[in-house]
């Protein structure tokens, strides 16, 4: 095998760790505090108005465990190619909603790492964190695309 190829590959590799692990770290400490204060959350997720009230303590309920167990998918590096592609999923829902809002002129908390009602209030720096955690997780999802079609080739 060329040097250059493995130098390639392990440029890869490194890379796709690097941002699995800040990845999994994302989705894990985001979901702490909304699995121990599900109330706030559920308020977090009213403010949005973007789902009906129905869906509002199902969606506060589900999210926070689901970050919780995709970072725990990322951290532990299993079923890459299904939690990669959520990721890239949820980053660019979190990131059109930051965006939806901020378009909209609402003055909400963006309830991505805290509860608190006062604490993260949505604003362009909000947005672009999302739209580079968008980009990574899309970078990743690349990643393990690539790495599973060139093992799939092999």
Not at 58 to 67: K, N, Q, R, S, V
Not at 101 to 130: K, M, Q
């Amino acid at each position: 095998m060329p040097q250059k190829k493995i130098a390639h590959n392990v440029i890869l590799t490194i890379g796709c760790h690097f941002i699995r692990l800040v990845m999994a770290g994302v989705f894990i400490y985001a979901s702490v505090d909304k699995i121990i204060h599900p109330d706030l959350f559920a308020q977090t997720v009213y403010n949005y108005q973007v789902l009906p009230g129905y869906l509002v303590n199902l969606t506060a309920l589900i999210l926070p465990w689901l970050e919780l167990t995709l970072g725990t998918c990322l951290l532990t590096n299993r079923w890459m190619p299904g939690a990669s592609a959520l990721a890239a999923v949820l980053m660019a829902l979190f990131a059109g909603l930051t965006f939806f809002n901020l378009a909209r002129g609402l003055d909400i908390s963006c309830g991505c790492f805290s509860t608190a009602p006062d604490d993260s209030p949505i604003t362009v720096l909000t947005l672009a964190r999302d739209v580079v955690f968008l980009i990574l997780s899309l970078g990743l999802a690349g990643l393990v695309f690539v790495k599973n079609t060139r093992q799939r080739l092999t």
